[in-house]
């Protein structure tokens, strides 16, 4: 390539104590092109972004801009630099407006202070760019992670930067939001910008990139032109061995009916929802970003209060508004978002994965500290946990180990209906297919299985019954044999289906 | 998109804001609605409790709290707490007072300067234990706490400094009135309105904002969150020491326990007056509206000629009440909120 | 953020016992009067009331709310005793009563919070009020002296030089203790202080718990009033204003963290003691009032600063926002 | 427990560990040298205790003793409790204290008096069982009714009256204001109506505020007895400001200091006090005459009090300082205290 780098990264190196999360890895970043980042979980992709804004110095190695040297001081210098970071986790500031999240510390100024109804116009552009309905005075409070996602994206599309990085900014999306997303980035491609693409979907990198760079460990393995390497290459590249088929759902005979929602409605979130899973049996709910499927899932699992209608489980009516009576009956839940309700992220490893059933390692009113280690390294291996020590608070592992903890958590007390909100976003292709293979298992052994998943190859691949929601209502029910990408996204997008 | 479809945009997010403006004025409508019924109660039963003279007396109760409790609202929107203000304005009002007392002659502007940069002095340390050396603003200002009032009593070593031994014109300022409001209410609006409309208006305003809703995510999109925090302190302990210099001039009896306990009276004005005590949001205004309500409370408790033994808990009782209000109001509007989202969203 | 959570702890705790075994030292070679079995004795009983406070102020606080209003609490159950008993009541009756009074102050404290949703400190500080208001309604100016001499002797005997109010104490201390870090609550108050939601969503009872620990701190502080009116030999409704400070303070400078989540309940303890040590070595040294308070605020932040400052020294030479968990 | 008698035996070198009625009193004793007396006040810090702790280390100077101050800063029982101890075991011969709670310190004074330590109250007494002597400003019955009757003169016996008190419960100013209200019973005060006790909880503001209240609730009062100096301070700041001034009148007692610029300007036209000095010096001869058994607080002994003169100890142990004096225009500029 005739173009000089505007960002590069040369022999960089990062060690948190004992792990050395990245080492002697090199990369850089081209105008007018994407350029994706491949790894496992764990693989030292957002240390990487971290390194490239200033947020962790590297213990050796440099960084280049222009070809000149640099030195982050902070992310505040990145961003000077031109460097604007989607990060993995969204980072808003919850009271304030969503305008205000964007321009926070960019604010347009008139006269007399913050220009409030410039900042307000050319947020409403930005989202009309993204395609976005969301109201630019509303507090971020309570956006759903998607939009939550969606407000950093225009955040970092305010920036005008130079070098747009983007550490999984699609996990938390669906289908058209994604396609939006690229949309705007290709248009900043052309532009001239940089950019750097995270992402464990591979069929989005091979959309949107052209050149992939892989890591292993911490370690570099490969730098290649997008059109020179297949899938295959780049998942042998990412995990070092091959994968088996992906989507490994058995068939299985299904049992009775485990979970019965009937009419479910909270007021103006969703309305007159019905259905039923049975034992042995995966069901997925589909449906477009803020269709309703967690809030409906927080509801039957009684985090939330439902209106009207009723949940049963093995033919028992549940007690509203308990989570408690919920896990009692056999419900677990594997919530959206790990970092607000799947995890306390102080907490060691095992005493998360411990949280959710402290009963079953007591020994009279006491906790039995083997008995709680031995769960939780049993369930952390299952899940090829990658971690340092179980003592290790959370927040020190990767985005996708950090999910893993979630789903040991509940795994680990053996529910009987099992509902998971995208049970795989942030997970690396390798463990996708373990959670499938896991989620598959445990349906085989008579477990009632909720799966909530913008995903859509994984709702076709793994779903016996595909439900599918729109603004709040369940609209269709699309069995296993008839479900295609078509007939979902119909249904989804509320055109009638066939 | 269509520029039809635009235009709907922007209709509906201005039904949305419209909304949500209602809902954030309602934050301190709670506290005027409280303001409105205690006065209203208070004066059907004594006509006297309205007069001119009673509410300027009222204005001149609150003033001091109310400049504090702005001074709080700074600190609190980062997600701080200053327990130290109590002895700051302790050292400040003894420390001016023992000036003017000991040097007849120096000038009354000199002092209250003085003042100011020795409250601020007092915030740029609780400002750097905070901001550089993160140890936990209630920590750090329970230490500050019973330091600064350590150095106070050390100071005073038990004098006491009197109304007769200070200027005259000193004195005055803490009563005289101009266009019929006295003057350390008028001092008190004014710090309050500007205070306001930089915290509204300002970048480093919104910032504190910021780092009080998420100090991580503050990190990340580059705000020099302890420079702010900092200032923020720093502001807050200058505020105390001109609240102490006034101190001084308004009760003309000093010693060193001035204001001992206030700092529980200031917290309380904050957060009846709606600012979040872990930080982000609520406005000056809702706060210093709290210290009237509270001063108010006092006033009318004493005109009713309630009980002195039951004043303690009936302030208590309606201090409990107000916040209360505020959170039933604030519950409902979300609840009717949420009825309405779908309805405006389609 | 270091990374293991224990070791933090246990840092804390060793830097509190080496400032503790120091001054004891330093006290009892340096200060005529300490090293001796009746001051000793004396300087226990001295902090019952602190400690008692402290051990459940300490689960409230790790469950990431407070309860400012735990002296007063106490005031309006001395108050309550002391109208009893001027009412002719046996005191036997009038005990069990007093712990009543405390849980149900606690229990409006923990009502208002869990199911309105208040801040506590809010909540706190206006029962702060209340409870002392209805204390000087219950008992006004009088001061209630005639007590029992059976249990004021009881209050201030002691074996050997262990008060028989520090036996209370260590058993109280050890019933805590086990709760909170060796109990399946334990392990829920920890995680619903740093993260309710997530704590929420595990099934922990995030309100039922909140409620009952606000009940206890209530319960706790009337046990404390009881002996502090035995020691003292007198029912007021003033007594222990102001203790709310020491308790908070004893609780903070143990190494809790006033966000939640963190702490430890020997941490707790040990601070406790320190700053019993501290005041009474002082004043026995005729250290001037102004300088105690100089010295106690000196130690809750010097105590904090310490560990920081080493970490920030730390931070001049590697990243700047070392372990924010942004991932 | 085992530690009383410990104490005592370490005090080997102290008159008989023993109460002191037991003792005979040797009138003629000579002051011992060298005596330890220290002063314990309400709270240190506290202009009006500085004074008369001062009195007391300068009376202690006299005599060849040596007298200190030590106390807490905030005014409660639990604290002072604290000092007792601590004094205990510093081995003072003497303990001079004014009780923020007569019956709290009692415990702790016994046992220091167990240990041979001397202990005098003065200014609040505690319960007798905890003091030798009871050093009193003034007779209460004196000082409650006199106060009425500064007032009423200034009123022409006509009119609303309210007291401005220190706390709810202090002892002093209850029982002062229970014998303002019996000598109010008196026919010659028929047409005075005492409407209203507020307590100023001897903080500045707050009895600044009340003063408003009062005047505020009560628009046609007549007059205002603050028997505390922190009280009459505030009411006075509070009047000389208020279109009331000269109007209201206001009595009680306070610090010539402190109250002389009211005076001048007409706020007040007389208020009483003892002098704070004096008491402690007389308190400091007491503590010295009891530590070198000159007296041992039964009814009928006398002690010299340096400049002071001889004193006589009365019932109950009391021995009283004198009557106040009344402070007007015409003598106020001949006190500086
Ligand atoms: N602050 C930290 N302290 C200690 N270890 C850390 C820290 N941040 C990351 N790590 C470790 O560094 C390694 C790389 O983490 P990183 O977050 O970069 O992974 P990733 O490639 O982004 O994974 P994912 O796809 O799951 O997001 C992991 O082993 C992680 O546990
Ligand atoms: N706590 C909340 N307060 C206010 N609005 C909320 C809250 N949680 C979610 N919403 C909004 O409710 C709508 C439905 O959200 P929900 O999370 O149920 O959608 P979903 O179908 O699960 O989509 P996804 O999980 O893919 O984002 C969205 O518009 C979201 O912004
Ligand atoms: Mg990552
Ligand atoms: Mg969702």
Redesign the pocket.
Known sequence: MDVSPVLSLSQVSKS??A?R??REVSLDLFPGEAHALA????????????ILSGVHRPDSGRILLDGEPVEFGGPADAQHAGVAVIY?EPTLFPDLSVMENIFMGRQPRSRLGIDRRAMRASAAELFAGLGVRLDPDQPARGLSIADQQLVEIAKALSLRARVLVM??PTAALSGKEVARLFGVARTLREQGCALLF?S?RLEEMFELCQRVTT?RD?AFVASDLIADISADDLVRRMVGRDLEALFPKQETDTGEVALQVRRLTREGVFTDVSFEVRRGEIVALAGLVGAGRSEVARAVFGIDRWDAGSVEVDGRRLRPASPTAAMAAGLALVPEDRRQQGLVMDLSIERNIGLAGLASVRRGPLISRPAERERARDWAVRLRL???RLT?PV?????????KVVLAKWLARKPSVLIVDEPTR???VGTKAEVHRLLSELAAGGVAVLMISSELPEVLGMADRVLVMHEGRLVAEIGRAEATEESVMAAATGRSVA | MTVTEAEAETRRSNGGRRLVDRVARVRELGIVVALGILFGVTGAVNPSFLTYASLRDILLNSAIVAMLAVGQTLVVITRNVDLSVSSVVGLSAFGGALILADNPGVPIPVVIAGCVLLGAACGAINGLLVGVAKVPALVATLGTLYAFRGIDYAWAGGRQVNAADMPESFLSLGTRSVLGIPLPALVALAVLLVVGWMLRNLRAGRELYAIGSSPEAAVLAGIRVRRRIVAAFVANGALAGLAGIMWAARFGTVDATVATGKELDVIAAVVVGGVAIFGGSGTVYGAALGALLLAGITSALAVLRVDALAQTAINGALLIAAIVLDRVLALRVAAALRRRRFHDAR | ?P?DLARVARRWEGLILVLLVAVVLWASLGIDGFANVSNVSFLLLDTTEIALMALTMTLVIVAAEIDLSVASTLGLSCAVLGWLWNAGLPIEAIMPICLLVGAACGAFNGLLVTRLGLPSLAVTIGTFALFRGLAYVMLGDQAVADLPPAYTSLATASVGPIPLATLLVVVLAAVAGVVLHATGLGRSIFALGSNVDAAYFSGVRVKRIKLWLFVASGVMASLASLVYTFRYASARADNGVGLELAVVAAVLLGGVSIFGGRGTLPGVLMAVLLLGVVRNALILADVANEVLNFVTGLLLVASVLAPNLGAFWRRRTTPQV????V? | GTTKTDVAQQQSSAPAATAASSAAADPNAPLKQGLKIAFLPKQVNNPYFTIADNGGIEAAKEFGGEGKEVGPSDASASSQVSYINTLMQQKQDAIVISANDPNAVVPALKQARAAGIKVVSYDSDTAAEGRDVFVNQAGAEDLGRTEVQLLAEQIDHKGKIAVLSATPNATNQNTWIEFMKDELKKPEYKDMELVKVAYGNDDDQKSFTETQGLLRSYPDLAGIISPTTVGIAAAARYLSDSPSKGKVKLTGLGTPNQLRKFVKDGTIEAFELWNPADLGYLASYAAAALASGQITGTEGEKFKAGKLGEYTVGAKGEVLLGKPTVFNKENIDKFDF
């Open positions: 948190f104590g792990v999360a990245v790894g496992e979980n764990g693989a030292g992709k957002s240390t990487l972004v971290k993995q550490d999984e995270i464990h890591l911490g990658k971690f340092g290790d927040n020190v592992l990767s985005g996708g180990n950090q999910q942030g997970i690396d | 953020m990374a070392e372990g924010k968990s991932s």
